[in-house]
Every structure is written in structure tokens, then in C-alpha cells.
């Protein structure tokens, strides 16, 4: 997702609202199947990593659609399609990894989650400057 695509045209951000509302569907279908379908398969601390990569990732698919309705304020469209791309790549690394962490055995891939929490907090603080 380029900082054009999600910047184009007058009025609410599309881009970062669809992909917002689709990690949100994705969030609560995850939550379901970890209630549901991962228990007795994964052991506690299984299952309290994959509930938080469905908390998080629900957080900020909710940050996702919040970006899109700031665009229709006067807040700096440059710096919430940078907060949208930080959102999108956190929700990505940091919930993706914690997933792949859980349900395989790629421990390699365990360095991407604190790079994901890295891109949370750059996003938030775009919003902060933006909102300043």
C-alpha cells in the first residue's frame, strides 16, 4: 500500500477504511477460532499469545478506519497515509507473527513481532504530530 494509494482524492481515505473494516471481519473471525477451535489443541500460554494478536490487531484496525475518517478533517493527509502504512505493516508483522508463532514451529519468525510494535508506535506518533 504506496502513501499515493491510500492518499488519493477529495474527502475520506478508501483504502485505509477497506483494509481497516477487513482486518477488523479477520479480527473477530481469529478470536472466534481461537475461543473455539484452538482450545484443547494449545496449551494456556498458546492461546494467551494468539488472543493478543487478535487485540491488537482488532486496536488497530480501528486505528485504520479512525485514519480514513480524520481525512475528512483539516488534519495533514501526507501524515495520515503514513500513519495508515505503519498501521497496515504493524498489524501485518507484529499480529501476523504472533499467529505464525502459535499455529507452526517458525521460531525465526518470532525478531518480526517487535518490528511490528515498532511501526504501532511510529504510526501513533504520525497521528500525534498531525493532530499538532
Do not use: K
Not at 475461543?35 to 482488532?58: I, N
Not at 501526507?78 to 517458525?106: E, H, N, P
Request: glycine content about 12%; overall charge positive; charged content about 10%.
Amino acid at each position: 500500500m504506496s502513501a499515493e494509494q491510500v492518499n488519493s482524492g477529495p474527502g475520506i481515505m478508501r483504502l485505509p477504511l477497506g483494509l481497516g473494516a477487513g482486518a477488523a471481519l479477520l479480527a473477530v473471525m481469529a478470536g472466534a477460532f481461537g475461543s473455539h477451535g484452538l482450545r484443547g489443541t494449545l496449551d494456556a500460554r498458546g492461546l494467551e499469545v494468539f488472543q493478543t494478536a487478535v487485540t491488537y490487531q482488532m486496536y488497530h484496525a480501528i486505528a485504520l478506519v479512525l485514519v480514513a475518517l480524520l481525512a475528512l478533517t483539516s488534519l495533514s493527509r501526507r501524515l495520515l497515509a503514513g500513519a495508515a502504512v505503519l498501521f497496515g505493516a504493524g498489524i501485518v508483522l507484529f499480529s501476523g507473527s504472533l499467529y505464525l508463532l502459535v499455529l507452526t514451529d517458525l521460531r525465526w519468525i518470532g525478531p518480526l513481532t517487535p518490528l511490528g510494535g515498532l511501526c504501532f508506535m511510529m504510526a501513533w506518533a504520525l497521528l500525534i504530530v498531525a493532530a499538532v
